[in-house]
């Protein structure tokens, strides 16, 4: 029986993903770490095995060239989720169109929000401290002066083992290359 939910995830292994943690620490003390990462499949229920799901995977992002993004400004989603994040600057597009070849076969579903390029820093229970999260997370990105660009070369295959708890499955490479960088 198929358990949890699956994720296609970034891990942001970066001075701007430590800068994401360690904010999120801090702003809501009292949720389970989890490692800063762009999502490029968000949380989903698969349509067949999780080996199945591998192998589109597989196929998919070896066709695929490694990509940079860039991280823009902080915005937030209130008042639709008490969500704060950092937007997908360049190439939001190339990460789109890699939700959307993805969203296929087994790992299709009918997404709960629109796909938006972003890297969380916090989700808040309600609207309040979620503006009061937002104000800070503003200021201190527009402090931050390490690099905002992130290499997307490897992704992570994820699997839900309870709430805000996700473990790694599988790496997936981006393209095939004859020669390693």
Same mark, same amino acid.
């Given at each position: 029986?198929?358990?949890?939910?699956?994720?296609?995830?970034?891990?942001?292994?970066?001075?701007?993903?430590?800068?994401?943690?360690?904010?999120?620490?801090?702003?809501?003390?009292?949720?389970?770490?989890?490692?800063?990462?762009?999502?490029?499949?968000?949380?989903?229920?698969?349509?067949?095995?999780?080996?199945?799901? %591998?192998?589109?995977? /597989?196929?998919? =992002?070896? #066709? @695929?060239? &490694?990509?940079?993004?860039? +991280?823009?400004? !902080?915005?937030?989603?209130?008042?639709?989720?008490?969500?704060?994040?950092?937007?997908?600057?360049?190439?939001?597009?190339?990460?789109?169109?890699?939700?959307?070849? %993805?969203?296929?076969? /087994?790992?299709? =579903?009918? #997404? @709960?929000? &629109?796909?938006?390029?972003? +890297?969380?820093? !916090?989700?808040?229970?309600?609207?309040?401290?979620?503006?009061?999260?937002?104000?800070?997370?503003?200021?201190?990105?527009?402090?931050?002066?390490?690099?905002?660009?992130?290499?997307?070369?490897?992704?992570?295959?994820?699997? @839900?083992?309870?709430?805000?708890?996700? +473990?790694?499955?599988?790496?997936?490479?981006?393209?095939?290359?004859?020669?390693?960088?």
């Amino acid at each position: 029986m198929q358990m949890g939910r699956y994720a296609l995830v970034a891990y942001l292994k970066s001075p701007a993903g430590e800068f994401v943690e360690k904010l999120r620490r801090e702003l809501h003390p009292d949720l389970p770490h989890m490692a800063a990462h762009l999502s490029i499949l968000p949380p989903r229920r698969l349509r067949g095995s999780e080996s199945a799901a %591998l192998k589109v995977l /597989e196929r998919i =992002c070896g #066709e @695929e060239e &490694p990509f940079e993004v860039s +991280l823009g400004p !902080v915005e937030t989603f209130i008042p639709v989720t008490p969500t704060v994040f950092i937007r997908v600057e360049t190439a939001a597009g190339h990460m789109s169109d890699l939700h959307r070849k %993805l969203n296929t076969a /087994e790992l299709q =579903c009918k #997404e @709960e929000w &629109p796909y938006i390029p972003h +890297l969380t820093i !916090v989700k808040m229970g309600t609207e309040p401290p979620a503006q009061a999260a937002f104000e800070i997370a503003r200021q201190r990105w527009q402090n931050y002066s390490g690099s905002r660009r992130i290499l997307l070369e490897r992704l992570t295959f994820v699997r @839900e083992a309870s709430p805000n708890c996700w +473990l790694d499955l599988a790496p997936v490479q981006l393209g095939q290359r004859l020669v390693s960088r």
